[in-house]
């Protein structure tokens, strides 16, 4: 391979190369502008200087040829060469109705039962101490109340409703008010508790799980936060949010770790303990995620745990040595087997898929407007989400939740 067609092959991998009429438009490496290539078999044009001065076969014609190639692929594009056409086909995925229609008609019922289950391994470990005055709620009966007014995404008081029906049918032993509710959901000791019990709902998958995708997201909140911008001399007003970062499976969209901390947290940072906290449990063999994740700190610990990474290399990134090589490495791979990454690549999406189905469920936003509390709000609706994954495992795929095993 020559290095024309080198180059040729990172325009095609990192540039948008589009046609347009019976030609093709190809950026410019060195600029803002684009060359036009028409792609003739016999005598090929293009308008960069390269190709008018010396009349040889440029990178952007390289690029075309590669950017056709690439076309027969499975996301359903089709790329013509007799007309230069690209024709999108739409790619469908077969549904089982009636495992989903049993799995969405029986859900609160089953939301419940499970939520009981995973809350009894709390009350097994519940070691609060007892003195004077009335007794603290159970642990469990406390996180079974916060997650399951979640769950219905309504206010503390119109959820009562709900939660004297959950305690008349037994699933907890004792009916705690709505300010206790909230009184919960403030308390710092309840984020560990929900992190460990969005990990422990997700165990039940383990055998269909290998890879992984991570990636970040907002919740906006109800409160705004005020103050003086002494540069352009007035007040200035913003809603406050909180920043999610998940790991999920690809199969099942089971959040198997969670990390929430500032607004302005980096993703890159927080694939290390979102590795650790899945690998924990779970089997790992790929992990996929975009370009807010490329180091090669990443690199090393994802292959630290026998896993491979698919993380797509920026326009600016170049090849570079290294004690471990896993850069270099990683950077040919991904422009020289275009192919075969995204094949595997295109996995990343289900994380996309996974906070949507999170949004759509139980809401965008939170309407606690304490840190905590909005912290914890979030980390209810990721167990909401992974019960809910589960159930419709059960009636899909046959599986058993079982929590607890260990213990």
């Given at each position: 391979?020559c290095?024309?067609e080198?180059?040729?092959?990172?325009?095609?991998?990192?540039?948008?190369?589009?046609?347009?009429?019976?030609?093709?438009l190809?950026?410019?490496?060195?600029?803002?502008?684009?060359?036009?290539?028409?792609?003739?078999?016999?005598?090929?044009?293009?308008?960069?200087?390269?190709?008018?001065?010396?009349?040889v076969?440029?990178?952007?014609?390289?690029?075309?040829?590669?950017?056709?190639?690439?076309?027969?692929?499975?996301?359903?594009?089709?790329?013509?060469?007799?007309?230069?056409?690209?024709?999108?086909?739409?790619?469908?995925?077969?549904?089982?109705?009636?495992?989903?229609?049993?799995a969405?008609?029986?859900?609160?019922?089953?939301?419940?039962?499970?939520?009981?289950?995973?809350?009894?391994?709390?009350?097994?470990?519940?070691?609060?101490?007892?003195?004077?005055?009335?007794p603290?709620?159970?642990?469990?009966?406390?996180?079974?109340?916060?997650?399951?007014?979640?769950y219905?995404?309504?206010?503390?008081?119109?959820?009562m409703?709900?939660?004297?029906?959950?305690?008349?049918?037994?699933?907890?032993?004792?009916?705690?008010?709505?300010?206790?509710?909230?009184?919960?959901?403030?308390?710092?000791?309840?984020?560990?508790?929900?992190?460990?019990?969005?990990?422990?709902?997700?165990?039940?998958?383990?055998?269909?799980?290998?890879?992984?995708?991570?990636?970040?997201?907002?919740?906006?909140?109800?409160?705004?936060?005020r103050?003086?911008?002494?540069?352009?001399g007035?007040?200035?007003?913003k809603?406050?949010?909180?920043?999610?970062?998940?790991?999920?499976?690809?199969?099942?969209?089971?959040?198997?770790?969670?990390?929430?901390?500032s607004?302005?947290?980096?993703?890159s940072?927080?694939?290390?303990?979102?590795?650790?906290?899945?690998?924990?449990?779970?089997?790992?063999?790929?992990?996929?995620?975009?370009?807010?994740?490329?180091?090669?700190s990443?690199?090393?610990?994802?292959?630290?745990?026998?896993?491979?990474?698919?993380i797509?290399?920026?326009?600016?990134?170049?090849?570079?040595?290294?004690?471990?090589?896993?850069?270099?490495?990683?950077?040919?791979?991904?422009?020289?087997?275009?192919?075969?990454?995204?094949?595997?690549?295109?996995?990343?999406?289900?994380?996309?898929?996974?906070?949507?189905?999170?949004?759509?469920?139980?809401?965008?936003?939170?309407?606690?407007?304490?840190?905590?509390?909005?912290?914890?709000?979030?980390?209810?609706?990721?167990?909401?989400?992974?019960?809910?994954?589960?159930?419709?495992?059960?009636?899909?795929?046959?599986?058993?939740?079982?929590?607890?095993?260990?213990?």
């Amino acid at each position: 391979m020559c290095e024309r067609e080198q180059r040729g092959l990172v325009i095609a991998a990192c540039s948008k190369v589009k046609p347009k009429g019976g030609v093709w438009l190809v950026p410019s490496q060195s600029g803002t502008g684009k060359y036009t290539v028409c792609l003739d078999d016999d005598a090929p044009h293009c308008t960069c200087p390269d190709h008018e001065t010396r009349g040889v076969v440029c990178k952007h014609i390289f690029a075309v040829r590669y950017t056709i190639e690439r076309e027969y692929s499975e996301d359903g594009t089709i790329t013509s060469k007799e007309t230069l056409t690209v024709q999108r086909v739409r790619k469908t995925y077969p549904q089982n109705w009636p495992a989903y229609n049993a799995a969405q008609t029986n859900e609160k019922d089953k939301f419940q039962t499970l939520l009981r289950d995973l809350c009894e391994g709390l009350n097994m470990c519940d070691q609060q101490s007892r003195g004077r005055g009335r007794p603290p709620i159970p642990m469990g009966d406390a996180i079974f109340a916060a997650t399951y007014k979640v769950y219905s995404t309504v206010s503390g008081r119109r959820f009562m409703s709900d939660l004297r029906d959950a305690h008349q049918k037994g699933y907890i032993g004792r009916l705690p008010s709505y300010n206790s509710i909230f009184n919960i959901l403030d308390s710092k000791a309840t984020s560990n508790i929900l992190q460990w019990l969005v990990s422990e709902s997700a165990l039940p998958l383990k055998a269909l799980e290998t890879t992984f995708a991570a990636d970040s997201s907002g919740f906006s909140g109800s409160r705004f936060d005020r103050w003086y911008d002494h540069k352009f001399g007035d007040h200035r007003i913003k809603r406050a949010w909180c920043k999610a970062h998940i790991m999920c499976g690809v199969k099942t969209n089971v959040i198997t770790a969670v990390e929430i901390h500032s607004q302005n947290a980096g993703d890159s940072p927080l694939l290390k303990p979102l590795l650790a906290e899945t690998a924990k449990l779970f089997n790992v063999s790929e992990v996929v995620a975009d370009m807010g994740y490329l180091s090669e700190s990443n690199f090393e610990s994802i292959v630290a745990r026998g896993a491979t990474p698919f993380i797509p290399f920026k326009r600016n990134s170049v090849p570079r040595e290294s004690e471990s090589g896993l850069w270099s490495k990683m950077y040919h791979y991904f422009h020289l087997n275009r192919e075969d990454f995204l094949a595997r690549y295109h996995q990343r999406s289900n994380v996309e898929s996974t906070f949507s189905m999170v949004k759509a469920k139980f809401g965008d936003s939170v309407r606690s407007k304490l840190d905590v509390a909005m912290k914890n709000e979030v980390l209810c609706k990721f167990l909401c989400h992974n019960i809910c994954c589960l159930i419709q495992s059960m009636y899909e795929l046959d599986v058993e939740p079982v929590f607890w095993a260990a213990a």
